[in-house]
Structures are given as structure tokens and as C-alpha cells.
């Protein structure tokens, strides 16, 4: 069975930064990619960043230079660091593995940017 719990998301204003935390239970996601994925609502569940169970990471190039995302795989965390946040940031975030399993969906959680 696999859970992803989702944590972090706020209300900041253009230019803030927040830092959400992605807690899963599998016994195989060790051995995948990982993603943060946001759901704005106009649009589908994007991919905004991803990383391998090495460590490399994958960021889209709307969010590049300003999102950070890591992980650790003995915690089973996966963490994104979001600075200079803008108004198109604005979504629900969710975490999943790469690609991702759509039976399996966390509550997200959601990150509002607004001055």
C-alpha cells in the first residue's frame, strides 16, 4: 500500500518562500523517482520538479533557479524548497513518484500566493 502525506503549503506574498514536505509509505518508492506535482485550477497536475533515488534532480523551467527539491530516502521524505514565489505558483501541491501511480493521490496541500 502507498500513502503520501503532504505538508507545508501557506498563504506568503510574491517574493516569499515556503518549504514543503512530502512523508510516503511504500515499501518500493526507494527504488523511484520522485515528484512534486501542482495543480493550479486552470490547469492539469503538472510535474514542477523530480528526483532520482541518486539524488539527481529534474526541475521545470517555469520554476528553475528558484525551486529546490531533495529527499531522503532513509526518512522516506521528499522535500521542495520554493523561493521567490510568484502569483502563477499559486496550486495544490502534490508529491507521488515518477511517473506517477493516479491510484494513489495524497489530500496535497495547498499554497497560496497573493499580495
Known amino acids: 500500500q502507498v500513502q503520501f502525506v503532504e505538508s507545508g503549503g501557506d498563504l506568503v506574498q510574491p517574493g516569499g518562500s515556503l518549504k514543503l514536505t512530502c512523508i510516503y509509505v511504500s515499501d518500493y518508492l526507494d527504488q523511484w523517482a520522485m515528484g512534486w506535482y501542482r495543480q493550479s485550477p486552470r490547469n492539469a497536475r503538472d510535474l514542477v520538479a523530480s528526483i532520482t533515488p541518486s539524488g539527481t534532480s529534474n526541475i521545470e523551467a517555469s520554476v528553475k533557479g528558484r525551486f529546490t527539491i531533495s529527499r531522503d530516502i532513509a526518512k522516506n521524505t521528499v522535500s521542495l524548497e520554493m523561493d521567490d514565489l510568484r502569483l502563477e505558483d499559486t496550486g495544490v501541491y502534490f508529491c507521488?513518484?515518477?511517473?506517477?501511480?493516479?491510484?494513489?493521490w495524497g489530500q496535497g496541500t495547498q499554497v497560496t500566493v497573493s499580495s
Open positions: 507521488n513518484r515518477r511517473p506517477p501511480d493516479n491510484n494513489n
